[in-house]
C-alpha cells in the first residue's frame, strides 16, 4: 500500500530530482559505512530481493494490496544493506511497469523508511521484559508500526507533489475510492482481459483526507497480514538461524565488534 504507483510524468520535476538525489546520497553513505562482515551478507541481499519482487507483483484484489516484506528485510538485513535492497527491488520493479523509473527514488526512500523503521523497532521492542522471549509477537507489531509509517510517508509524497490523489488510489478494491462504501471487487467477474481496451480507466477525483482515510482502511488490513507473516518467519528463524537476526552487530565497525 505504500508504494507509489504513479506512471512517469505526473510528479512534479523538483520532487522526481530531490528523491533521485537523496537516495542516491544516502546510498553511497551507507555503502561507505559498511563493515567487513555486512560484506558477506551480499547474497542474502539479493535472497530477500528476488522474494521482494515475487510477493510485490501478486496483488491481494479486495484490498488492493501486496505484501512488501520490506520489514523484514530492514530486521535481516539492517539499514544499509536493507537501503541496497530497496533501491534494487523498486528498480526492477520500475522495469516490469510496477511503478515509473522517475519514482524509483522516492520509492526507495519510502521503502527504506519502513526497513529502517522496523531495524530500529524491533530492536527497541526487543529490550521490553514482555516482548525479549518473543521475538515473533516483537517482529510482528515492529511490522505494523513500520509499514503505517511507510504508508504515511507515501501520503506525504503525494502532499508534496500537489497532484490528483487519484493517481495513487487503489483500484478494484473492495472500498469505493470517491464514497468509502464496501462492495464487490469481483463483480465484473473474477478475471477480466482485454486486448484492446475500449477506453482508459477513470481515475477517481479524491481530496488529500478521503485518499488518506482510504489507504488507511484497506492497508491497515494489510498491515495485519503482513505482520502474522514477519511473525511466523522471524520466530522461525530465531530457533533455526539467530545469527540472521543480529543486523546490528555487523553493521558496527570491525573494532566494537571486537569488545
Given at each position: 500500500m505504500s508504494h507509489i504507483h504513479i506512471p512517469d510524468g505526473v510528479l512534479p520535476l523538483w520532487l522526481v530530482v530531490a528523491g533521485w538525489l537523496v537516495c542516491l546520497g544516502l546510498l553511497a553513505l551507507a555503502l561507505r559505512r559498511l563493515s567487513e562482515p555486512a560484506h558477506r551478507r551480499l547474497p542474502l541481499v539479493g535472497v530477500m530481493a528476488a522474494l521482494m519482487v515475487v510477493v510485490m507483483t501478486i496483488e491481494i484484489a479486495p484490498l488492493a494490496y501486496h505484501i512488501n516484506l520490506s520489514v523484514l528485510a530492514g530486521i535481516v538485513l539492517g539499514p544499509a544493506l536493507g537501503l541496497l535492497t530497496a533501491f534494487i527491488v523498486n528498480l526492477l520493479l520500475a522495469f516490469l511497469g510496477h511503478g515509473g523509473i522517475t519514482v524509483v527514488g522516492l520509492n526507495t526512500l519510502v521503502m527504506a523508511t519502513e526497513m529502517v523503521a522496523g531495524y530500529?523497532?524491533?530492536?527497541?521492542?526487543?529490550?521490553?521484559?514482555?516482548?525479549?522471549?518473543?521475538?515473533?509477537?516483537?517482529?510482528?507489531?515492529?511490522t505494523v508500526l513500520a509499514l503505517m509509517l511507510g504508508t504515511l510517508a507515501m501520503i506525504g509524497v503525494v502532499a508534496l507533489a500537489n497532484i490528483e490523489p487519484g493517481w495513487q488510489a487503489p483500484h478494484a478494491a473492495a472500498l469505493e475510492p470517491e464514497t468509502l462504501q464496501w462492495r464487490n471487487p469481483f463483480g465484473e467477474g473474477i478475471l477480466t482481459w482485454e486486448v484492446f481496451p475500449a477506453r482508459e480507466e477513470e481515475r477517481p477525483h479524491l481530496e488529500l483526507g478521503t485518499f488518506a482515510r482510504l489507504v488507511f482502511i484497506l492497508g491497515s488490513i494489510g498491515w495485519l497480514l503482513e505482520g502474522v507473516i514477519t511473525a511466523l518467519v522471524v520466530r522461525y528463524l530465531s530457533r533455526v538461524r539467530p545469527d540472521l537476526l543480529d543486523a546490528g552487530r555487523l553493521a558496527r565497525p570491525a573494532a566494537l565488534q571486537r569488545e
Amino acid at each position: 500500500m505504500s508504494h507509489i504507483h504513479i506512471p512517469d510524468g505526473v510528479l512534479p520535476l523538483w520532487l522526481v530530482v530531490a528523491g533521485w538525489l537523496v537516495c542516491l546520497g544516502l546510498l553511497a553513505l551507507a555503502l561507505r559505512r559498511l563493515s567487513e562482515p555486512a560484506h558477506r551478507r551480499l547474497p542474502l541481499v539479493g535472497v530477500m530481493a528476488a522474494l521482494m519482487v515475487v510477493v510485490m507483483t501478486i496483488e491481494i484484489a479486495p484490498l488492493a494490496y501486496h505484501i512488501n516484506l520490506s520489514v523484514l528485510a530492514g530486521i535481516v538485513l539492517g539499514p544499509a544493506l536493507g537501503l541496497l535492497t530497496a533501491f534494487i527491488v523498486n528498480l526492477l520493479l520500475a522495469f516490469l511497469g510496477h511503478g515509473g523509473i522517475t519514482v524509483v527514488g522516492l520509492n526507495t526512500l519510502v521503502m527504506a523508511t519502513e526497513m529502517v523503521a522496523g531495524y530500529l523497532l524491533f530492536r527497541g521492542l526487543g529490550r521490553l521484559p514482555l516482548l525479549r522471549p518473543r521475538p515473533g509477537l516483537t517482529a510482528g507489531i515492529t511490522t505494523v508500526l513500520a509499514l503505517m509509517l511507510g504508508t504515511l510517508a507515501m501520503i506525504g509524497v503525494v502532499a508534496l507533489a500537489n497532484i490528483e490523489p487519484g493517481w495513487q488510489a487503489p483500484h478494484a478494491a473492495a472500498l469505493e475510492p470517491e464514497t468509502l462504501q464496501w462492495r464487490n471487487p469481483f463483480g465484473e467477474g473474477i478475471l477480466t482481459w482485454e486486448v484492446f481496451p475500449a477506453r482508459e480507466e477513470e481515475r477517481p477525483h479524491l481530496e488529500l483526507g478521503t485518499f488518506a482515510r482510504l489507504v488507511f482502511i484497506l492497508g491497515s488490513i494489510g498491515w495485519l497480514l503482513e505482520g502474522v507473516i514477519t511473525a511466523l518467519v522471524v520466530r522461525y528463524l530465531s530457533r533455526v538461524r539467530p545469527d540472521l537476526l543480529d543486523a546490528g552487530r555487523l553493521a558496527r565497525p570491525a573494532a566494537l565488534q571486537r569488545e
